[in-house]
Every structure is written in C-alpha cells, then in structure tokens.
C-alpha cells in the first residue's frame, strides 16, 4: 500500500483523491526530529509552506517518490536534493488565481467606495455620507501591470464593470493583449499618466522592484487610485506614502507590503490607505483548489500518467535523459540569458544543434530552453511539461535544425528575436561544464553564471575604461572581463563577470558613454 504522508493542513477533498491511491497520514506541527523519522517509510509527502522539506529530511527518506506542494512557491522544498534522489515535485501554481482577482476588485471597489472607512463610522454611531462620497469604476481607465494568470483575470473581471484597459507587460505580444481587449502600452510611466485605477500583477524580481517609484507616482493623476496585490517590493512605499499624506493621488489598498507583517508601516496611519493582511490566497475554494489539484497531480505521478505541474524533471527515464542533462541545462541557461538580453516580447526563437547533439532526439533540450526562456519573466510553476504551451500562448514560434558544421563540436546556437532587437548565442558543454562560445557573432568563452554584463561598443580608446569606471563608482566590483571583437575599430561586444547586479540608474550611465551601443545585464539563478 502507498504510504502518503501529510505534514501540512490539507483541505479535506484533497485527502479524499490521495485516499483512492493510498493510505494517508496526517500529522501536522512536526518537530524536525519526528519528521525525520515519518518520512522514512513514506512514499508521497504533502506539504505547505509550512514544513521545510530539506536535503536531510529527502536524504532520510528511504522510498519517497512524489513530493506534492499545495500551492505555487516551492521555496520550502530543496527540489535539487529530490531531482538527485529521482524524486517527483509536482505543484499547484493556478489555484489561486481567481481568488486574488477577486480580492483585487474587492479593494478597488472599496478604496473607489471608501467602505472600510465608512464601516467604521457606521459603528461608532455616525452617519456621515457626505464624508464618504466616492467614484465609480464605471467608464474609468484601469492600467494592469502584468497580463499573467491573475492579470488575465482582472482584466476579465474588470471589463464587467465597464472599465477600459491598458496594460503594460513587455512579454506578451500586442495581438494576445488585443485578444483579450486590453491596449498594450510599451512603457510603465504612460499608464501611470493614462490610467484612473492601477494594478500590479507582476512577480518580484530585480527588475520588478519598485517597478512603481517616485518617478511613476508623480505621474499619476490626482484621483488615481493604486491597488497592490502581488508583492510589497514593487511600490516604492516611502514615495507612495508622501504622495497619499500630500493627498498627490486618491488612495491605495494593499494587500501586501515590503515588511511583513508591517511593523510600524506609517501607510497604516493613513485615512486614505486600505489593507488586508496578504490574504489574496485565502479563500475557501483557492485553499480547496491548492489540496485537490495537487493530489490530482500525485494521483497521475503513481499511476504512471502524463502531469503537468512537474516541477523538476526525474520523471523523465535516466536512460533517456543520459547524456542530454547538461545539455538541457546549457538550453536552459541559454534561454535565461536570451530573455533577460531581449527583454521584450519574443516572437522567433531557432535552436540548431551541432555535432553529436545533431543526432539527438531534442525535444527535452528545447522543453529545457523553453523554460529557462520563460522563467525570467513569470512566477514559478513553469516546467518542462508546460513551458512550449505557454510559449506558444505567448506567440513564439520555436524552430529546431541541425548543422553538419563542427565548428564548437557538441553546440547549441539560439538566434532569437523580439520585438524590439535581435540577438544570438552559441553554448557547448566543456569539460562537463556549459561554456558560452559566442555572443552575437562575436568569439568569446566564458562560464554563464552570477551577473553578467553584455556590451555592444564601438572599439576605440578609453571606452572599456570608461565602463569600468562608472561601474566603480558604485561599488560594483569586476570580477572577470572578456572582449571579443571581428576587426580592431569596429563594433564589438564586453562581456563582464560582477560580484553585484547593476541598478537601472548605472545601466543609463553606461549608455550614456560615448560608443556604447546597447547593454544588457543578466543575473543568472
Ligand atoms: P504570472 O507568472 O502568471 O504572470 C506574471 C506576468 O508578469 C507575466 O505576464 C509576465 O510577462 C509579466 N511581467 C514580468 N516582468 C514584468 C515587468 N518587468 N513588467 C511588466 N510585466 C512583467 O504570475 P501570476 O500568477 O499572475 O502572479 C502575479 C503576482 O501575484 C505575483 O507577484 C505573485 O507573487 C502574486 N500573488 C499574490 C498572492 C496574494 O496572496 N496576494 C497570491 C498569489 C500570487
């Protein structure tokens, strides 16, 4: 019998799918200790955020197949130990779509309405509607910032209420945007001018943060109104603070904030700010939804079925994997690099192989490429199983060819578009390391980890100086620096290994030195 071993609170209907596979134990406030010994016999574990499943725990365990998140993040889950071990992670990443979307609206509606102020006077006994007029949504202009799953579902939510939408999301093609009747608008400080209502949708990332800052708030109109419901670090709260104290803008309602839970947050101290604890997930049926689509998923690993929410990638046979693995991990290096250099929407993307890799069934290495592309740009829950899906919801057409050309030997070289540039790359595998070999025409070599700087230049005197310099300035050390260049005087590219991940301000220094022609920084994971 399956042993399936539940260490967080799991909705009771996802306990009833595991029941029809296997025997299960709930056993929830575990000490480490009593974990590691539970977890010894168990052949699925659920879990949470709650339980910490670590290297230690997955080393004790002695016939674990499947660990199951219920839920998106798998932060709590050392995914490389279970890979090692041939382990299966599967996940819930949509669960909780819809229930953010509705807390979203709910915020608006109450920041439009003033509802939880008015509630509040209500109780205390007064009767003041004068106090409490507010605005409707209705005919308003609402700016979403990031079209993803629960972009999606506020624009969706939000036509209902009679909204015109404008969005920003650099990743999603034009037309997709226009299918769902949201006008794309290609920089971030044009909705804030445009826009009634504003929304972020967006994941944290270093590009992400304070995506809305003192720059994007004072553009913003004097009755907007800002509604939060992905994660604090996008709003710059000190600038959002002096612009709702000096009354700059209407009001915010947020549901997540840069400290959690905030301790002395002077936001709370305004009439205008409304909140809710990060409860966007919350609800009964995202909960419920979380339980049961991950249990649907380890219902579908044990019987041997396709899943989709895989989060790791043992379930694909060793003996099919075998020499493809650092090759699927070269692509998916490849196709993080490739998004974070574009940094737009990509609609063309040709992969072609070389040496023995031309002779190779590929579709595992492009999956692998798909993903590590899509990754930079969208939360997680993007897999081997669903990357080419989402690719192709996003219009990227992929094509596969090989080369008899031997050249680098065993390569991969991915030339890549978007809408706004055009970029191509050559990896190989090197002494069992992904060695980068070319950066757009351009002959270099060098291992793709950390950050990396690429820099397209005119080569003339004192430009790499000059570089090097600003960056100094501030603070951010060079750790390794390669130039690679077709003719002395003519373009060429730099390619900087740093210690530290280069804030936009540095970037448009940068750009601003004579003969610089494009930079782009890349952090890898
Ligand atoms: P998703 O990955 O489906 O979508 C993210 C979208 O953001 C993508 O369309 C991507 O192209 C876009 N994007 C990425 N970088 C961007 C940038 N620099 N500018 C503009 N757009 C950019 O993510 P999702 O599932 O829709 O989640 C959205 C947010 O909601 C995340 O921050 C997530 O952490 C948060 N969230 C909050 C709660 C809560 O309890 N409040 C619950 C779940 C998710």
Known sequence: MVKILVTDPLHEDAIKILEEVGEVEVATGLTKEQLLEKIKDADVLVVRSGTKVTRDVIERAEKLKVIGRAGVGVDNIDVEAATEKGIIVVNAPDASSISVAELTMGLMLAAARNIPQATASLKRGEWDRKRFKGIELYGKTLGVIGLGRIGQ?????????????????????????????????????????????????????????????????????????????????????????????EKKIRAAALDVFEEEPPKDNPLLTLDNVIGTPHQGASTEEAQK????IVAEQIKKVLRGELAE?????????????????????????????????????????????????????????????????LSPILLAGINLVNAPVIAKNRNINVVESTTSEEKYGNAIKITAESDKKKFSIVGAIINNKPVILEVDGYEVSFIPEGVLAIIKHIDRPGTIGRVCLTLGDYGIN????????????????????????????????????????????????
């Open 153 to 245: 579902q506020v624009v969706k939510r939000a036509k209902a209420f009679g909204m015109n939408i404008i969005g920003y999301d650099p990743y999603i093609p034009k037309e997709v945007a226009e299918s769902m009747g949201v006008e794309l608008v290609d920089d971030i400080n044009e909705l804030c001018k445009r826009a009634d209502f504003i929304t972020l949708h967006v994941p944290l990332t270093p590009k992400t943060r304070h995506i809305i800052g003192r720059e994007q708030i004072n553009l913003m109109k004097k009755n907007a109104i800002i509604v939060n419901c992905a994660r604090g670090g996008l709003i710059d709260e000190k600038a959002l603070y002096e612009a709702l104290k």
């Open 478 to 525: 060079i750790a390794g620096m390669q130039v690679g260049r077709k003719e002395p005087g003519g373009e060429s590219v730099m390619l900087l290994n740093l210690d530290h991940t280069v804030p936009d301000e540095v970037v448009e220094k940068i750009k601003e030195i004579p003969n610089i022609k494009d930079i782009a920084v890349v952090d890898l994971p």
């Open 289 to 292: 939804a979380a339980g049961t």
């Open 309 to 373: 929410n895989v989060v790791n990638m043992p379930n694909i046979p060793q003996e099919k994997l075998g020499k493809l693995k650092p090759y699927m991990l070269l692509a998916e290096t490849l196709g993080n690099i490739v998004m974070q250099v574009l940094d737009g929407s990509v609609n063309r993307v040709e992969l072609v192989y070389s040496g023995e890799l031309a002779k190779e069934k590929t579709d595992l290495i492009k999956r692998a490429f798909l993903k590590g592309l």
